[in-house]
């Protein structure tokens, strides 16, 4: 099977769903990542001096070691406004996510769900553009996703430190992926790649929030109890 991973930024990708990614690529699953932006304008660039371009040059390396670290399949990382995508015709970013998922033909779509996690408003952009695309392309394309899941945490109790995060509730959630600890090890080598924002993923405390289990909620479909993987059950 093949999954497709579309984030906004360098990083989303092992800000919580590296262990699932780990664990898709261990039981032999093709993953991709598409991303929109180089993550330029990131507040971290004025700590080291760096102009918005630069910034998106730094992390574009460190992305191409997150890509061998993981073993993902295809990895697209494009040059949209960073921060700046609730500026920009939506009718934009849904051709260019169109053409991708068109061209690598996944069975899965993942991204953000509705409330971004963090909240940050480019998040917000890409579960409404990607959710929009997935809904065009069911209607009009044959060889259309089969699934649209929704990158998420569950409800724990515990604090999120210097994060204020948002949550799905057990009744949202569809999936709930147990990871090994050599997929956790994997996405721990992940988000050490980004050398420029390790204070950031100590202060976010990454893998302690996510745990042993990643969760994602399915775009029009329920399950419980919860299935344990991104494939199970995938509509004909």
Same mark, same amino acid.
């Given at each position: 099977m093949r999954v497709l991973y579309i984030f906004p930024h360098p990083d989303d =990708? %092992?800000?919580? @769903?590296? @262990?699932?990614?780990? %664990?898709?690529?261990?039981q032999g699953h093709e993953v991709c990542l598409?991303?929109?932006t180089r993550g330029g304008a990131t507040k971290v660039r004025h700590e080291l001096g760096l102009s918005v371009k630069k910034m998106g040059d730094v992390r574009y390396r460190e992305m191409l070691n997150v890509a061998k670290v993981l073993n993902l399949t295809e990895m697209h990382v494009l040059d949209l406004t960073d921060s700046g995508l609730k500026e920009m015709d939506p009718m934009e970013? =849904? =051709?260019?996510?169109e053409r991708y998922i068109r061209d690598l033909e996944p069975h899965v779509v993942v991204t953000y769900a509705v409330h971004g996690i963090s909240g940050f408003h480019d998040h917000l952009v890409s579960h409404a553009v990607v959710k929009r695309v997935f809904c065009k392309l069911k209607r009009e394309w044959s060889r259309a996703p089969k699934r649209l899941a929704f990158f998420t945490l569950a409800e724990t109790g515990m604090e999120d430190g210097k994060f204020r995060l948002h949550? %799905?509730?057990? %009744?949202?959630?569809d999936c709930?992926?147990?990871?090994l600890s050599s997929d956790i090890d994997k996405a721990g080598k992940a988000l050490n790649c980004y050398r420029t924002y390790q204070e950031v993923i100590r202060e976010a405390k990454v893998l302690e929030r996510t745990g042993t289990t990643i969760y994602f909620e399915f775009f029009q479909e329920d399950f419980h109890p919860h299935l344990r993987s991104l494939f199970d059950e995938l509509r004909p």
């Open positions: =990708e %092992s800000f919580g @769903p590296a @262990p699932a990614i780990a %664990s898709h690529i261990r598409l991303t929109f970013i =849904e =051709e260019i996510t949550t %799905s509730t057990d %009744s949202e959630i709930a992926i147990p990871v």
